[in-house]
């Protein structure tokens, strides 16, 4: 099978800067992303620099962006691509971190966030006798998050950290919430409360980016949500405005069956701070005679909606 | 065709303009929107993180109501609800048993989600229903001259498994193509397929601000005329929010951001108060001149 390679290169002894250069290569039916890099190095030039080792999606070595989408080179099959995206495979470092050389990214700042949440199990109280038990259901819910091959996608196509390089990002708050959901740890309200601060849980735009590009399904966005629920449960920060923000998007729907729009504003930045807040929209908005209606009005079956909300106990 | 119409909060209110922009093109265009007069608000993601059953009935509830109309296609013209709809009905319909508890929930009011409805966007409709040539035809007044950036928003592009991409893999082209048969020219820019930052404008606004600069710049460098989403969050953030970013970022933008269905009733002959276009904050004024609407 035939296959063209577009592949950013960057050497930093060169005075050429960061450009692309095509390559074509033959694989065999199956092949891979990786295998055509490899079959590049081999073959047509030995400077191409990647990094990979298990060649099986098990080491998380090999991550790069592929057509755009950060993904494992590895478990890239060159015929799915071409089927589904066209004849060109444009290869790329990974995004959020400097580019050391051509495929290969400096990752500390992945490994310092990590490092920040304290990812190992911290126990209190007395050592149990035998190991530490945990049932199956509790141990289920932690293997989602344990699957986390570190390879650095969400990372890499994160949309907060393009905008903000202080966010603690998709792989770090995985791992976060596989600890603070461990029976075994002790420390579950402290972590709680740094996650709940700015760089944390609420920094993140729910985008889908990470659940996108993770190859292993941790679906990092989805942990973030199970940690803010924690948060709320557990009481923490009640007058946080990420928590205050759901509250007042609850309250809306649960009278009235629908987002009242004016009444969240209100309840997420707190009275008087929400008219100075929403002043300037609101005077441009007047100049453009597009006012949402000022009362909010319910649906007509409201009160089924809020019978809802009670018998679920929110 | 016949839809179960679900317009979403936000088009009557946060951006009211899209509501009968929208309903007159699919008027023109020969859909027969049958909205969802009792139907709740979907969650927009929100109420998920604090409690996905109640997610989850909540939409059940609204997919049984389309159901109970005898119609099997709940058609929104908002991607997050979209989105949200899309991976609920993935969920309930994946899981028989679940779906029974979920119904469980909805038996006070005499309802149940037997698992029969089909969710779409108004522009997966308009490119899968119609058709494109469809389309084409009935312009009347082709946007030649413009060039018009896509900006999908994130619920209608992820997570691609919930919203049938790969019986659709080219889902994520759509805008291009609508934009084309409109007569005017797709402009290609890395933030079409990135977030608004809408989600995080009460808890990060400096985060929002930034990506709503980077985006519009990015389409204002690229020679675009105009953006174009099919979300009304979106629209929110990219319109709304634009003199903010554009003073945060210290530079001026002035971008316009269209409604979908603003954009195709502009190729259809719809004039500018039928489509609102003077109602948004950033003026449209250049792109209504160039496309020669009256
Ligand atoms: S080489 Fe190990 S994951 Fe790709």
Redesign the pocket.
């Known amino acids: 099978m035939d296959a063209t390679f577009k592949v950013q290169r960057y050497d930093p002894e060169s005075q050429e800067g960061s450009h692309y250069e095509e390559f074509e290569v033959d694989l065999p039916e199956y092949g891979s992303v990786?295998e055509g890099l490899l079959d590049i190095r081999d073959h047509q030039d030995g400077s191409l620099s990647l990094r990979?080792?298990?060649?099986?999606?098990?080491?998380?070595?090999?991550s790069m962006k592929i057509n755009g989408e950060s993904r494992?080179?590895?478990?890239a099959m060159v015929s799915d691509i071409k089927e589904t995206e066209g004849d060109i495979i444009t290869v790329e470092p990974m995004g959020n971190m400097p580019v050391i050389k051509d495929l290969v990214v400096n990752m500390d700042m992945f490994w310092e966030k990590v490092e920040k949440i304290e990812p190992y199990l911290q126990p209190t109280g007395p050592e149990p006798e035998k190991e530490y038990l945990v049932s199956n259901d509790e141990m289920m819910k932690l293997a989602v998050a344990m699957n986390c091959?570190m390879?650095g996608a969400c990372v890499s196509d994160c949309t907060v950290l393009e905008v903000d390089k202080t966010f603690l990002g998709p792989a770090a708050l995985a791992k976060a919430f596989r600890f603070a959901a461990d029976p075994r740890d002790g420390a579950q309200e402290e972590r709680l409360e740094s996650y709940n601060e700015p760089t944390g849980v609420w920094d993140c735009t729910r985008c889908f980016m990470c659940v996108q590009a993770c190859p292993k399904d941790v679906a990092p966005m989805e942990r973030i949500m199970d940690i803010r629920s924690m948060v709320v449960e557990n009481e923490i920060d009640k007058k946080g405005r990420g928590q205050r923000h759901i509250q007042g998007f609850i309250d809306g729907v649960k009278h009235s069956g629908r987002l009242d729009e004016f009444g969240l504003a209100r309840k997420t930045f707190g009275f008087p701070i929400w008219a100075f807040e929403l002043a300037d929209l609101g005077i441009r908005r007047i100049l453009r005679l597009r006012l949402p209606p000022i009362i909010h009005k319910s649906i007509k079956s409201a009160k089924n909606v809020k019978k809802i909300f009670e018998n679920l106990g929110v | 065709m016949r839809y179960a119409f679900w317009p979403g909060c936000v088009s009557k209110a946060g951006t009211p303009e899209l509501f009968p922009a929208a309903t007159a093109v699919a008027n023109k265009i020969g859909m027969d929107l049958v909205e969802l007069d009792q139907a709740n608000c979907t969650g927009a993601g929100v109420l998920g993180e604090r409690n996905e059953e109640l997610v989850d009935t909540l939409n059940a509830r609204n997919f049984a109501m389309a159901e109970q109309m005898g119609l099997d296609t709940i058609l929104t013209i908002c991607s997050t609800c979209q989105g949200v709809m899309s991976s609920v009905n993935y969920k309930l319909r994946e899981k028989p048993e679940y779906l029974a508890k979920i119904n469980e929930n909805l038996k006070e009011e005499g309802l149940e989600y037997k698992g029969t409805v089909r969710v779409t966007h108004m522009m997966w409709a308009v490119v899968e229903e119609l058709g494109l040539d469809k389309l084409s035809e009935m312009v009347v007044n082709p946007l030649t001259g413009l060039r018009i950036a896509p900006f999908y928003g994130c619920y209608i592009l992820r997570p691609r498994y919930v919203l049938g991409m790969d019986e659709h893999p080219d889902r994520t082209q759509y805008l291009e193509k609508i934009i084309a048969a409109l007569g005017a020219e797709p402009i290609d820019y890395e933030g079409k397929l990135r977030c608004c930052g809408f989600p995080i404008m009460t808890i990060n606004q400096d985060n929002g601000l930034k990506m709503v600069a980077n985006h519009t710049l990015e389409a204002k460098d690229k020679g675009a005329h105009a953006l174009v989403t099919p979300c009304p969050l979106c629209h929110l953030n990219l319109d709304e929010f634009q003199p903010r970013a554009a003073s945060k970022a210290g530079e001026s933008i002035d971008m316009p951001v269209l409604h979908l269905p603003q954009l195709i009733g502009s190729a259809l002959g719809f004039n500018v108060k039928e489509m609102g276009l003077k109602r948004h904050i950033i003026s449209t004024d250049n792109f209504v001149e160039i496309a020669g609407i009256s």
């Open positions: 990786l990979c080792s298990c060649r099986s999606a098990i080491c998380g070595s090999c494992l080179a590895c478990k091959i390879c």
